[in-house]
């Protein structure tokens, strides 16, 4: 099956500083992938969608310059948080699909667990 | 925005009983894709069971099988034969064939296996 690996496993960080996290697919071209956020015995909530060489897509609520996501490559996708403060703290989650057309379903990351202190 | 509700937060079954679990979304599209995920406590999302909306026919993955109303907008799981690595959370999700194809899901269910 597709691969997305998804790095750092577990992250944590001063308040105030950034840091960035990587989702790779490592077996497919990934067209479009997401980015999630899931707070502790919750569902998986989207923050953003973004296409191969276009600029994301941010759900209502969803601090654009605070969530930096980049999705340079067919492989690649990053999202960095800027400034980060305590209440970023939580477990983010990216999925790839190689498009619609080919696979339907979305590959999951391992997820990422942020503390921010 | 599409929705996706699943009624039940906690659902528990015997082990080796059969156990359904709710969904039901909200769309004005005809075609899309719903699917049901397995999220075990490493947090890593699994993909159970995949169904397109323009197929009449319930898909089915060995022990899982889904029921597919598309006039009702319902897309229920039926789990047969439940094991005790059945327990997890579960997610239902629905993909739309629209703008940027984005998927969202439903707020799961807890599956608890009793042995």
């Known amino acids: 099956g597709a691969v997305v690996s998804q790095h750092p496993s577990r992250v944590i960080c001063k308040s105030g500083t950034s840091v960035k996290i990587e989702c790779r697919s490592l077996?497919?071209?990934?067209?479009?992938m997401f980015w999630y956020r899931q707070f502790p015995k919750k569902s998986l909530m989207l923050m953003a969608t973004?296409?191969?060489?276009?600029?994301?897509?941010?759900e209502q609520g969803v601090e654009k310059d605070k969530f930096l996501i980049n999705h340079a490559s067919l492989t690649l996708s990053t999202l960095t948080v800027t400034s980060a403060h305590p209440e970023d703290s939580s477990f983010y989650i990216c999925?790839?699909?190689?498009?619609?057309?080919?696979?339907?379903?979305?590959?999951f990351g391992q997820g990422t667990r942020l503390t921010v202190v | 925005a599409q929705t996706v509700t699943q009624s039940q937060p906690e659902m528990s079954v015997q082990e080796a009983e059969t156990v359904t679990l709710s969904c039901t979304y909200d769309?004005?599209?005809?075609?899309?894709?719903l699917f049901w995920y397995k999220q075990p406590p490493s947090r890593q999302m699994i993909l159970v069971i995949r169904?397109?909306?323009?197929?009449?026919q319930n898909a089915t993955e060995n022990r899982f099988s889904v029921n597919f109303q598309k006039a009702a907008k319902s897309f229920s799981l039926k789990i047969s034969d439940s094991q005790l690595g059945d327990a997890a959370m579960y997610f239902c999700?629905?993909?739309?064939?629209?703008?940027?194809?984005?998927?969202?899901f439903g707020a799961g269910t807890r599956l608890t296996v009793k042995p």
């Open positions: 999925s790839a699909s190689s498009g619609w057309s080919r696979r339907t379903e979305a590959f």
């Open positions: 077996d497919f071209q990934a067209t479009t």
């Open positions: 973004s296409n191969e060489g276009s600029k994301a897509t941010y």
């Open positions: 769309t004005s599209e005809s075609d899309y894709y």
């Open positions: 169904q397109e909306a323009y197929k009449q």
């Open positions: 999700a629905y993909r739309s064939r629209e703008g940027n194809n984005d998927m969202r």
